[in-house]
């Protein structure tokens, strides 16, 4: 959690934390806001990774101590929501975090009560999942929420492999498409939705 002055950051906006260690190779990394609790604070989700360099630094702090953060940027325009009925998200492992508060909005404003927005979440296991639970809660909401999970690294009864071709055929090209996730799952989601011919413009990116 972080304690500074939030003033109601918009919807999909991600902060850059910095890295104190001026030798390290990564000076700074996106974090997309998961959660605002005041107008004092907010929170991020960080997942450590063994060799991530800033998320061990992130997850090395105890409470009270500081980081140093970057201003807002890289928002959500939400007109694109309400112009677009049908949406699909598209989030691999952590990339899930900035569709939380995009959920939130979907569920709790009626004025989305004729959208549908189908998630598809992509995970290695089901123990990678995260809020999965929160996830199905959504569910109840203003907006018909649709969540579809694949795994690509457990046998079981659901989808398997990675993104492709054959997990978008249900949804129109001219869907909205929101992405997010490493690296390698977002260039393979550019190239699946270049190949089904939907518009840049029915595309946004989150970065982290």
Not at 9 to 37: C, M, R
Request: aromatic share 10%; proline share 4%; with cysteine.
């Amino acid at each position: 959690m972080l304690n500074s002055f939030v003033a109601d950051p918009p919807i999909g906006a991600h902060v850059y934390v910095k890295n104190p260690d001026t030798l390290s190779p990564v000076s700074q990394k996106p974090y997309t806001i998961f959660s605002v609790l005041s107008n004092t604070k907010f929170q991020l989700l960080v997942k450590k990774y063994e060799e991530g360099i800033m998320s061990s630094y992130i997850c090395s702090l105890a409470p009270e101590d500081c980081i140093d953060v970057s201003g807002f940027d890289h928002f959500l325009d939400m007109n694109i929501l309400f112009g677009n009925k049908t949406i699909v998200i598209l989030a691999a492992g952590t990339g899930i975090t900035p569709f939380n508060r995009i959920l939130v909005e979907l569920s709790s404003n009626k004025i989305f009560k004729d959208h549908c927005c189908n998630l598809i979440f992509y995970n290695k296991t089901t123990k990678d999942i995260l809020m999965k639970d929160e996830l199905e809660k959504f569910k109840d909401g203003a907006c018909k929420v649709n969540i579809v999970h694949v795994l690509s690294n457990e046998s079981w009864h659901g989808k398997m492999g990675h993104i492709s071709m054959t997990h978008l055929e249900e949804y129109a090209p001219s869907s909205l498409f929101l992405t997010c996730g490493p690296k390698g799952f977002m260039d393979k989601a550019a190239e699946v939705l270049a190949k089904k011919g939907v518009l840049k413009s029915q595309i946004h990116e989150f970065k982290g």
